[in-house]
């Protein structure tokens, strides 16, 4: 079956292909500055041991005030297209992209929430199980950078506490130049420190960073996802007789319906 | 010396002596006395008066020398005669007390032969007694105590046997008790862990029940509600009826001038809503087309079905790029030799070999592929129910495990 997967080839652009972990941005507000794969996950992705994160879709959802430039960024991304023109995304809209990292088919899904107050309602229903959550801002626009930490809140209470990766993105650098860049930075930086948050300047405009920004997202998911399963997986190993302890006389010590108990003995 | 001092009474004392008695000592003192004499005449008259004698004296001293030691030896032969004799009787003694001690002898003698003979009269009658009794004996055994003997060692042996048959028989069920002990031992220990499986079953199923008891109660009350929101919804519906001819009448009645409130009101605009509060209706101007027009819960329905819709497209998209890329793939591996780095600029028809060969693969992909939509299915499933997440993602990997 896992073997199977690997013909998908074709489906996965060349441009989504990761061999080698992304860098961060900037190493003073980043979520982790290893250049490598996690030694067990790389091993798990040589054997082809990585179980059904293969077929999982991790889920993204990027949250900010209205006319940062959430949906152009995202649009940027999976589509590679800019449009000029202001439109209101309207609750919640979302883009699957797919990657292949070390050889494994991985697949995010990216939640692109409504920024306008009127659809917080909606829009907020979406937040549950994110893997990641992306918070945007405009860096030309200070105010929006100090609404992150509302919108971070309200995307956290929906998730278990620890168990998301945040990002913030500073958005439209184009916009900024020298000094007032760094200004932005600086602040957006300290922001993301106090959020333990990994900090990252973007241009959808122009594509500046976007492709290594998501880059970054889907490996960090996928280690992480990688490194959830192996751990269910030899928990639910060690968990409730998995018929070794009795070994009758005749009979093979393991049975698939033993281990299917067992199985189900976890959850 | 001696002849100073002694010469006078020895001397004197030998020329006493009886005759008989006279020893070659005396004859020394003789001797000596007629020396002395000589001496004093030699004293008186010179040496010659006496020289012519002196040799005839010294003559007839030796001789009586020779005489006297002569008649000295024949006392100690008398004396070894006598010793002699009397050893001769003597022995005449032993010799006669011997004979006696030989009769004596032969009389002990006698004695003892005559005895010894009885004796071995005796013996040679015990032994004949003995060969009878013997024979008596031989056989009586023959008779009688042969075969008991016989049948006494047989019963041993036999005891013997059965003996060791016995042991053998006792050894082997120790063994076997022994066996059985250490399976019992195992049995104990498959029934404790079997106890142990059970009472985590147990409680699984505890859960288990519980969790369906949960469910059941929740689909109740689900049912509930809908049956509840159906009966509602009926009676807005006729509600709605009842208002919309209403509505009729009243437009009738009035003058054709609001045309647009007419275009719009029998698509969207509730009815309800104008009766329902004024309040309403004051906030939100009848006559703006850009007025809001859908509840949240319209919106919310919208957006679900969009993004379900959408989920459907990026699926139909996969497949299509999918079975675009198996194609062309086919068509590359027909143009030998296959640039697989550029698969898309060979396209050409394939052949009925290739196609066959390709079967094995293309069922392969398509197997993962569509366990690929079953799982992107699942998880569009989850959007808009977001508090069935849980069910499904276990459900989701349960089918994986399965598969």
Avoid at chain 2, 198 to 219: C, Y
Wanted: with cysteine; net charge negative; glycine share 6%.
């Amino acid at each position: 079956m896992r073997s199977s997967l690997t013909p998908l080839g074709p489906t996965v652009n060349r441009d989504r292909i990761i061999t080698s972990f992304p860098k961060w941005y900037t190493p003073n507000a980043c979520l982790q500055l290893k250049e490598h794969f996690h030694g067990q996950v790389h091993a798990a992705c040589q054997r082809g041991n990585t179980g059904t994160v293969g077929l999982s879709l991790s889920k993204v959802v990027v949250v900010g005030d209205l006319y940062v430039g959430k949906t152009s960024l995202i649009h940027r991304f999976c589509k590679n297209v800019f449009d000029h023109d202001y439109k209101a995304t309207i609750g919640v809209d979302f883009e699957i992209e797919r990657f292949e990292i070390v050889g494994i088919p991985y697949s995010l899904q990216i939640w692109d929430t409504a920024g306008q107050e009127k659809f917080k309602c909606i829009a907020s229903a979406y937040y549950r199980g994110a893997q990641v959550i992306i918070t945007a801002f405009d860096l030309t626009d200070m105010q929006t950078l100090e609404h992150t930490r509302q919108w971070l809140e309200e995307a956290l209470r929906e998730n278990e506490p620890g168990s998301c990766f945040v990002f913030l993105v500073g958005t439209k650098k184009d916009l900024l130049s020298g000094a007032a860049c760094v200004q932005a930075e600086v602040e957006a930086m300290h922001l993301a420190n106090e959020m333990q948050a990994e900090y990252w300047s973007v241009s959808a405009k122009t594509g500046e960073n976007v492709k290594a920004f998501f880059s970054r997202v889907a490996a960090l998911a996928f280690e992480q996802s990688v490194l959830r399963d192996l751990e269910r997986r030899s928990s639910a190993r060690l968990q409730v007789g998995n018929g070794d302890l009795i070994r009758m006389e005749g009979g093979p010590p393991q049975t698939p319906e033993s281990k299917r108990l067992s199985s189900l003995g976890c959850c | 010396m001696e002849e100073d001092r002694g010469p006078a009474l020895p001397a004197e004392s030998a020329l006493e002596k009886n005759v008989a008695e006279l020893t070659v000592m005396d004859v020394y003192d003789i001797a000596s006395l007629v020396g002395h004499e000589f001496e004093r005449v030699i004293d008186q008259h010179g040496c010659e008066a006496i020289a012519r004698l002196m040799p005839k004296v010294v003559r007839v001293l030796e001789i009586l020398e020779v005489l006297v030691s002569r008649h000295h030896v024949a006392p100690e032969l008398d004396e070894l005669r006598l010793e002699l004799d009397r050893l001769r009787l003597e022995r005449m003694d032993r010799i006669e007390k011997e004979r006696k001690h030989q009769k004596e002898l032969e009389l002990v003698e006698d004695v003892w032969r005559g005895e010894a003979q009885d004796l071995l009269s005796q013996i040679a009658q015990l032994q004949e007694e003995n060969k009878q009794l013997l024979t008596n004996l031989s056989h009586k055994d023959v008779s009688f105590s042969e075969e008991e003997f016989q049948k006494h060692e047989g019963m041993s042996e036999r005891e013997r046997q059965v003996m060791k048959k016995l042991k053998e028989v006792v050894d082997k069920q120790r063994d076997e008790i022994r066996a059985k002990d250490r399976e019992l031992g195992l049995k104990n220990e498959d029934i404790e862990a079997l106890q142990q499986q059970q009472t985590r079953l147990m409680k699984i199923n505890h859960d288990l029940r519980h969790r369906i008891t949960v469910v059941e109660a929740q689909g109740k009350s689900l049912i509930e509600q809908k049956v509840e929101l159906e009966a509602e919804l009926q009676t807005r519906e006729q509600e709605m009826g009842s208002l919309r001819a209403e509505l009729g009448k009243l437009r009738e009645r009035l003058p054709r001038g609001h045309s647009e409130n007419g275009e719009e009101e029998p698509e969207t605009e509730p009815g309800g809503e104008e009766c329902v509060s004024e309040a309403d209706k004051a906030a939100m101007d009848p006559k703006d087309p850009n007025r809001p027009r859908f509840t949240l819960q319209e919106l919310r329905d919208v957006l679900h079905e969009r993004n379900e819709l959408k989920s459907k497209v990026f699926l139909l998209q996969e497949e299509l790029a999918y079975y675009k890329s198996e194609e062309i793939e086919e068509e590359s591996r027909i143009l030998q030799p296959p640039p697989m780095a550029h698969p898309r600029l060979s396209p050409q028809p394939e052949s009925g070999i290739k196609r066959l060969f390709s079967f094995f693969s293309r069922d392969k992909k398509r197997l993962a592929n569509a366990q690929r939509i079953v799982h992107i299915q699942e998880s569009c499933g989850q959007w808009a129910n977001s508090h069935r997440d849980d069910g499904y993602t276990e459900q989701g990997q349960e089918a994986l495990q399965h598969l």
